[in-house]
């Protein structure tokens, strides 16, 4: 856990300098937050959706006036709801995600762009818990997930909102039972550039 904290440190400290050192470059720095709708995919049956949170800090930077990469450091939610028995379950995990995606930005009016963006993300789980059970350490579910995520936001000058969805593709079901899990995530995100 202490590595994971430094390692987060880290970035940000990388992510403001890349930002206070590269002032004439195409790069900004900003956060968000937002709500997200989770699931699992894969071999799962007779799984519900759960609501969690995300909160991040983002940085573009711009190949050309047109098109960017969109990375950033973000603390995120998923997770599922399951009926087992008469007992409904709630499994909620805490990621830290790096997404790294394509993005062009379409200029629709002065200071305002539609954005879509595509590319892949890594996670890894850094807590939650399974009804009192901590999610990662009791070997339920592995702590790195990976999968391909995709977008579409809008941004009015420094403001922006953003809708997306990931598609996780690693199995992170620890366990002999249930088969293979894959999150599944919609968000919904309101940011700040600086």
């Not at 930077?61 to 950033?72: A, N, W």
């Not at 790096?98 to 789980?125: C, D, N, Q, R, S």
């Not at 399974?130 to 009015?156: C, H, I, P, R």
């Amino acid at each position: 856990m202490k590595t994971t904290f430094k390692t987060c440190l880290v970035a940000i400290a990388l992510l403001i300098g890349v930002n206070t050192y590269a002032q004439d470059q195409p790069v900004t720095f900003g956060v968000k937050a937002g709500v997200n709708l989770s699931n699992v995919g894969g071999d799962a049956s007779g799984t519900d959706a759960k609501i969690g949170f995300n909160a991040g800090v983002t940085l573009d930077y711009g190949f050309t006036p047109d098109v960017y990469l969109l990375t950033g450091l973000q603390l995120t939610t998923k997770g599922f709801k399951v009926k087992v028995l008469s007992e409904k379950l709630t499994s909620n995990l805490m990621y830290l995600q790096l997404p790294v995606h394509v993005g062009y930005k379409l200029t629709v009016a002065e200071a305002t762009k539609i954005v879509f963006h595509a590319g892949p993300y890594a996670a890894y789980g850094i807590g939650g818990k399974t009804e009192g059970e901590k999610s990662f350490q009791d070997g339920a579910y592995k702590k790195f997930d990976f999968g391909v995520g995709l977008g579409v936001g809008a941004e009015f000058g420094k403001i922006g909102v953003d809708l997306g969805y990931d598609f996780g593709l690693a199995n992170i079901n620890d366990t002999d039972v249930d088969g293979k899990l894959k999150n599944m995530n919609a968000y919904l995100t309101l940011g700040y550039k600086f």
